[in-house]
């Protein structure tokens, strides 16, 4: 891998797990990341004048954005709503990394995509193992009640929505080089587009629920700096993974190495947020960055 694809590649993990970490110190709420994700797309707009007009766009391919704007609202939804009840340090890992278990699950059952191997079960395996020990305090923890929780279930409805927008976006960017984008291109108008949608679909959501439209107003007046911010992590993160794989072969260890995002999340919760640091975190965060790279690599 060439340095400078490295580089955009670390500076990747790095926004990725900033941008949560800002959502989860500022009173984790669907407003919050809407707010950042609509600065983010009004901030980059201008990159929708490079290269091929959306308007030539085939009509299945917008299809495919309002299902991607739909499973956006609901990961950021659960990320919030996991971050208003838990420790990002144990949350943040889950919602990263069962993804990647789930992906090709989803693609093997329903999409027919290629047999898994015997290391991507052994991989899959070890990011669920890495998953049960993060919220353990001690032994006796391990039981039901410790993992049947709203944090635990908003979380999960995160890595959901993760392994939904992933699949549809792999579509919806192959519709789009098909129509003549270069990926570079592709990949800067479907970030812009894909926040308005999201915007789109998840502000009615925000209306309807008392607490976010508080907390909407509340951002009206204040923290406009940090929305603004957060934003454009939020949309720059995915901009750059798409530069460095336009600049490597190695796609596969691209893959593995976003998952640096991992420890970092962990590590910035306990350090800068004083979340628990119990050994079992660290062991279960070890265990799924292990799956996470025997799942990736080839």
């Excluded at 926004?15 to 901030?43: D, E, I, Q, T, Y």
């Excluded at 144990?90 to 990394?97: D, F, G, H, N, T």
């Excluded at 925000?206 to 603004?228: H, I």
Aim: charged share 10%; proline share 6%; net charge positive.
């Amino acid at each position: 891998m060439s340095t400078g694809a490295l580089g955009l590649v670390l500076l990747s993990v790095c926004l990725h797990a900033g941008w949560n970490l800002m959502g989860k110190g500022r009173a984790p709420s669907l407003a919050f990341f809407l707010m950042a994700v609509g600065c983010g797309a009004l901030v980059l707009a201008p990159l929708l004048w490079l290269g091929p007009s959306p308007a030539l766009l085939p009509p299945a391919f917008w299809g495919w954005l309002v299902a991607s704007g739909l499973c956006q609202t609901l990961y950021l939804g659960g990320l919030a709503w996991a971050y208003a009840r838990g420790e990002i340090s144990v949350l943040y890992p889950v919602a990263r990394a069962l993804p990647v278990a789930l992906v090709p699950l989803v693609s093997v059952g329903i999409m027919g995509s290629r047999a898994l191997t015997l290391l991507d079960l052994s991989g899959m395996g070890l990011i669920l193992i890495g998953a049960l020990c993060l919220p353990l305090t001690s032994p006796r923890a391990l039981r039901p009640s410790t993992y049947l929780t709203p944090a635990f279930g908003f979380a999960l409805l995160a890595a959901v929505a993760t392994v939904g927008y992933s699949l549809i976006d792999n579509r919806a960017l192959a519709l789009m080089m098909a129509s003549g984008y270069t990926s570079l291109a592709a990949g800067s108008h479907f970030m812009v587009l894909q926040a308005l949608m999201t915007l789109a679909w998840g502000l009615p959501v925000v209306v309807l629920l008392p607490a976010e439209r508080r907390r909407l107003a509340a951002l009206r007046y204040g923290e406009r700096t940090a929305v603004v911010l957060t934003g454009i992590m939020m949309l720059t993160t995915y901009g750059l993974v798409l530069v460095a794989m336009a600049l490597t072969a190695e796609v596969s260890l691209i893959v593995a190495m976003r998952q640096l995002s991992i420890p970092l999340g962990v590590l910035l919760g306990v350090w800068w947020l004083r979340e628990r640091a119990a050994p079992a975190k660290w062991l279960g965060t070890a265990l799924m960055l292990a799956g996470l790279w025997v799942v990736a690599l080839p």
